[in-house]
């Protein structure tokens, strides 16, 4: 079992940038992939940045490429979505999730889920 704690979201401007942070507990985070999802009311979850176990693989939306970076320190079990340059479309309820070390999560087979927090972009 893995529990996922999010921190860092907020309301922001326009432009501005934020860094969410995933905290894990339980096993070993490093063995897992890991990924960022976002969802707006009426809509799916979707994935906007996820790694594989190693980071060899790696996957970012169309939406937040270039602007959005995830990165890991397994040694602190911790997992961060760098976002910069962020619109008001960027507005979410922002979910880490962690699952099959060796693939791209996908939103219907995630086995481990943040309860989400919520970032706010106001143009």
């Known amino acids: 079992q893995v529990q996922l704690e999010e921190s860092g979201g907020g309301l922001v401007q326009a432009g501005d940038s934020l860094r969410l942070s995933c905290v894990a507990s339980?096993?070993?985070?490093?063995?897992?992939?890991v990924g960022w999802f976002r969802q707006t009311p009426g809509k799916e979850r979707e994935l906007v940045a996820g790694a594989n176990w190693s980071g060899s693989t790696t996957y970012y939306s169309d939406s937040v490429k270039g602007r959005f970076t995830l990165s890991r320190d397994n040694a602190q079990n911790t997992v961060y979505l760098q976002m910069n340059s962020l619109k008001p479309e960027d507005t979410a309820v922002y979910y880490c999730a962690a699952g099959n070390p060796d693939n791209i999560l996908l939103p219907t087979t995630v086995p481990y889920w943040g309860r989400g927090i919520q970032v706010t972009v106001s143009s």
């Open positions: 339980g096993r070993t985070f490093g063995s897992y992939a």
